[in-house]
């Protein structure tokens, strides 16, 4: 009890430090920086036990290194992740399946090292239609999750309603959803994704955690009958009953086909499980106890993601739990089932010459040499203790020992593959066929400046370093949501990754031109628009149309409707303020900019009834400013 106390102390200071140290800008298409951070290998899965990036390090040099240095709180380089996997002090036995000496030399491994060229991509990258300048956040996301989508929702939840009342007893007051609510039941429930809150019935309560300016749009009782009722698949299908992902599978293919039809990927991409089990925000504040108590996923997300934007291509969903083919209770235990994962993710980019990066439970010469076969060239890091390391040479993967100097590499090849062994307080040991082994790279760190490498690990580096970034900072943007149900915590996942994307998309089209939206602001742009409120014009906004007053100690605000707000900032230069002023026949509001100048705060009355009166004469004010 003791030590899983210890270890989960150790993986909430790992994580604190981790977050606390980085430093992102909202730009997802630049590159990772200069900087290449302390150790771009670390895991970006949040029970992954430090399952995909990670350092490999002898048993022999992680004893001395812990003998000679103690290593400060989130220092990654320290190799205190990785296990031995093979035998310290040049010891003859290696991992299970590896060759001896004579036997690599036999089965074509050699030190004489050969040049090694991909070729080029044969693919167009960028989004697969042009979208409008005057495209909305709704527009971005129904490529996604269409109309035809959500009216299925609709039906298969007034099926499953039906069906159930019908045994259980008719509820007083249900009526069938409509498709407008079935869209504002969405937006309530993405509402969560940027209004964080403990529960999204918080909306309509009158604590800290309440969502007034969306909570009059349905009322909480309507809310919760449809939550109870919501189905993507009412009843169990005749053939296939065994499958445990049934009642979510249809919007999984119809989610898979959108992300193919809608974008085209860089030549490189990456294999992995994204950071989906933690919520950065809870894990660098909740205490010990909080972390040993929060329960498994039950089931396993695997993705195949476009390194240039971080646009999710492809999604592969297994359960952990249960029988049939998706029952993969030992998936992280078997290299075998994980290369199954990625040929599903890798079926539809074959004949391409696409460039894949993998984390240790895929990485295998098998499976690089089959994709080979199919034009697609790899680049794996290896793990004596989580790889299949058959048909690899033990000398390769076992610690020598004569101590390595940072920076040091050595290099053996097979026809194109080569598995690289570099050093850099640990060993970090790579199968490529994508990048030659005779061109070097650099690993630029802050403290320790430029260190040699092959340039398979330099671009390893880069490509994973930025898709780990990307994924602490937009995994903030998963919906709160926490259903009970599997195939509901995979449904508001797969909507999370959809909104991702959609984001992507939107950056790259003339619309983000118009408007800049940040991420967070795309989102709340995106619940605006499926619960149908007004003001939804990519051109006008009316939060940022507040006039706001100083009073009794408190910031208080009037909007355009003369409402009284509070929590607004004070005006005390000259505001841009935006008024709707007529409407066109197809509903496009029109908006004029009215500037007001004053030197000072405006002072307010105290009492609540002569201040929201006051706030309603300025706002008249200024609508009659010409």
């Known amino acids: 009890m003791a030590e899983c106390g210890r270890k989960?102390?150790?993986?909430?200071?790992?994580?604190?430090?981790?977050?606390?140290?980085?430093?992102?800008?909202?730009?997802?298409?630049?590159?990772s920086g200069d900087d290449s951070s302390d150790n771009p290998f670390y895991s970006t899965s949040g029970d992954s036990d430090s399952d995909n990036y990670i350092a490999e390090v002898g048993?022999?040099?992680?004893?001395?290194?812990?003998?000679?240095?103690?290593?400060?709180?989130?220092?990654?380089?320290?190799?205190?992740?990785?296990?031995?996997?093979?035998?310290?002090?040049?010891?003859?036995?290696?991992?299970?399946?590896?060759?001896?000496?004579?036997?690599?030399?036999?089965?074509?491994?050699?030190?004489?090292?050969?040049?090694?060229?991909?070729?080029?991509?044969?693919?167009?990258?960028?989004?697969?239609q042009r979208m409008p300048a005057t495209a909305t956040a709704l527009d971005f996301f129904q490529l996604f999750v269409p109309d035809n989508c959500i009216q299925n929702m609709?039906?298969?939840?007034?099926?499953?309603?039906?069906?159930?009342?019908?045994?259980?007893?008719?509820?007083?007051?249900?009526?069938?959803?409509?498709?407008?609510?079935?869209?504002?039941?969405?937006?309530?429930?993405?509402?969560?994704?940027?209004?964080?809150?403990?529960?999204?019935?918080?909306?309509?309560?009158?604590?800290?955690?309440?969502?007034?300016?969306?909570?009059?749009?349905?009322?909480?009782?309507?809310?919760?009958?449809?939550?109870?009722?919501?189905?993507?698949?009412?009843?169990?299908?005749?053939?296939?009953?065994?499958?445990?992902?049934?009642?979510?599978?249809?919007?999984?293919?119809?989610?898979?086909?959108?992300?193919?039809?809608?974008?085209?990927?860089?030549?490189?991409?990456?294999?992995?499980?994204?950071?989906?089990?933690?919520?950065?925000?809870?894990?660098?504040?909740?205490?010990?106890?909080?972390?040993?108590?929060?329960?498994?996923?039950?089931?396993?997300?695997?993705?195949?993601?476009?390194?240039?934007?971080?646009?999710i291509c492809q999604i592969s969903v297994h359960l952990k739990e249960g029988q049939g083919t998706d029952g993969l209770a030992t998936l992280k235990n078997k290299p075998q089932l994980h290369s199954l994962v990625a040929k599903q993710l890798c079926q539809n980019i074959s004949g391409k010459n696409a460039i894949i990066f993998t984390g240790p439970s895929i990485t295998s010469l098998g499976l690089f040499s089959e994709f080979s076969k199919q034009d697609i060239y790899c680049c794996g890091l290896l793990s004596t203790r989580k790889s299949d390391c058959t048909g690899l040479p033990q000398s390769m993967l076992v610690c020598s020992s004569t101590p390595a100097k940072r920076g040091q590499s050595r290099v053996m090849m097979k026809g194109s593959m080569s598995l690289i062994s570099w050093y850099n307080k640990g060993h970090f040991r790579f199968i490529t066929n994508a990048y030659s082994p005779t061109k070097e790279g650099v690993i630029i760190k802050r403290k320790s400046g430029e260190i040699p490498c092959p340039l398979a690990v330099e671009a390893f580096a880069a490509h994973l370093s930025y898709i780990c970034k990307y994924d602490d900072k937009y995994s903030k943007y998963f919906i709160f949501h926490k259903p009970n149900k599997t195939w509901q915590q995979v449904f508001w996942l797969s909507i999370s990754i959809a909104i991702n994307n959609a984001y992507i998309l939107y950056k790259m089209s003339d619309a983000y031109a118009v408007k800049r939206y940040s991420r967070a602001q795309f989102g709340e742009r995106l619940v605006r628009e499926l619960l149908d409120l007004d003001d939804c014009s990519p051109t006008h906004d009316v939060l940022h149309g507040c006039i706001s007053f100083q009073g009794n100690g408190d910031k208080y605000g009037a909007d355009l409707e003369g409402n009284l707000l509070r929590g607004c900032k004070s005006l005390t230069t000259m505001a841009e303020v935006d008024i709707p002023a007529n409407r066109r026949s197809d509903g496009t509001i029109l908006a004029q900019n009215i500037f007001l100048s004053t030197s000072a705060p405006k002072s307010c009355p105290s009492n609540p009834t002569e201040l929201e009166l006051f706030g309603r004469e300025e706002v008249a004010k200024i609508r009659g400013v010409k």
């Open 154 to 311: 609709v039906t298969q939840t007034n099926m499953y309603a039906k069906k159930f009342q019908e045994r259980f007893g008719s509820e007083e007051g249900w009526c069938p959803v409509t498709a407008q609510e079935m869209k504002a039941f969405l937006g309530f429930v993405i509402s969560t994704s940027v209004h964080r809150c403990e529960s999204v019935l918080s909306i309509w309560s009158s604590g800290f955690f309440s969502n007034r300016s969306i909570a009059l749009k349905m009322s909480q009782s309507r809310f919760e009958k449809i939550l109870k009722y919501f189905h993507i698949v009412a009843f169990r299908p005749s053939q296939g009953s065994n499958q445990g992902l049934y009642k979510i599978q249809p919007f999984l293919d119809s989610l898979q086909q959108s992300f193919s039809c809608t974008f085209r990927p860089s030549q490189t991409q990456v294999l992995h499980e994204p950071l989906i089990d933690e919520d950065p925000v809870f894990i660098t504040t909740c205490t010990e106890r909080d972390l040993r108590k929060r329960k498994k996923r039950k089931f396993s997300l695997w993705v195949r993601q476009c390194t240039s934007t971080g646009f």
């Open 8 to 31: 989960a102390l150790s993986l909430l200071e790992a994580a604190r430090s981790r977050y606390e140290s980085l430093q992102i800008s909202d730009d997802v298409f630049g590159e």
């Open 59 to 128: 048993e022999h040099e992680q004893q001395h290194h812990q003998h000679h240095h103690h290593p400060k709180r989130g220092d990654k380089d320290c190799g205190h992740s990785g296990g031995s996997g093979g035998m310290s002090g040049g010891g003859s036995s290696g991992p299970p399946g590896s060759l001896t000496r004579s036997q690599a030399e036999e089965e074509g491994w050699t030190e004489t090292l050969q040049d090694v060229t991909v070729p080029p991509y044969k693919e167009t990258y960028g989004p697969a």
